[in-house]
């Protein structure tokens, strides 16, 4: 990398933090796990120079790294502390994975794409997040061994709430995620798990409108 190189990804790193606090992410962890995770390790080589644009990008696959506002508005949205424990679907290039590493104790992400998940780990042990396991199969089942988290984030659109998720959730716990149709309105909830005299319940809170592309069923047979 050429100092003028250099120069132009720090330029770069300082106005995707600025537009970040601009669109209203307040949350100083986060964007302190924002500015250390260089996000062009997690894009396609030929979109390099668009990493930091605030606009989601094509990866391998047919999948997307989301937009850098969204990635930060989950991330926000979850509430994470340090000694959680999370569980996401949808590694994808690994970047969001990269971002929870660096709030959490330990992230499982479940890609149905083998490809995917075989360069997110690369990239994500390069970035020394050690604490991320990456796992290779169906986002709908979870990883219910590993259970229970206490936060998820689901990284493509449902049109409702996966009930093995939702099991997989601690009580207290606190789920992000996009539902609605491929080709109709999505929005993100933000879903809380809490014990009541009646049973389990599951409050349900609208957030943003998104566009995200849509949740699968089993692993992908092209791996």
């Not at 290779?136 to 590993?146: A, I, K, L, Q, W």
């Not at 539902?179 to 309105?185: I, T």
């Amino acid at each position: 990398m050429t100092d003028e190189t250099a120069n132009q990804a720090d330029i770069d790193r300082v106005n995707f933090l600025l537009t970040l606090r601009r669109r209203g992410i307040s949350d100083q962890a986060v964007l302190r796990a924002m500015g250390e995770v260089s996000r062009t390790a997690f894009v396609s080589p030929d979109t390099i120079a668009s990493a930091y644009a605030d606009q989601a990008l094509p990866i391998e696959c047919g999948q997307t790294i989301s937009q850098p506002y969204v990635v930060g508005y989950m991330t926000e949205q979850l509430g994470l502390k340090p000694h959680h424990r999370v569980l996401e679907i949808g590694t994808g290039s690994g970047y969001q994975a990269a971002i929870l590493a660096k709030l959490a104790r330990e992230v499982v992400s479940i890609e149905r794409y083998r490809t995917l998940a075989d360069q997110a780990r690369r990239r994500l042990g390069a970035e020394g997040a050690a604490n991320v396991e990456v796992i290779v199969g169906d986002g709908f089942e979870g990883c219910p061994d590993r259970a229970p988290f206490d936060r998820i984030i689901v990284t493509a659109a449902a049109e409702e709430v996966p009930e093995a998720l939702a099991e997989q959730l601690a009580d207290g716990g606190v789920m992000i995620m996009p539902l609605g149709p491929e080709n109709g309105p999505q929005h993100l909830v933000k879903l809380t798990k809490s014990q009541t005299p009646e049973g389990v319940r599951l409050g349900q809170e609208k957030l943003i409108p998104v566009r995200f592309v849509p949740m699968l069923r089993g692993k992908a047979r092209e791996l």
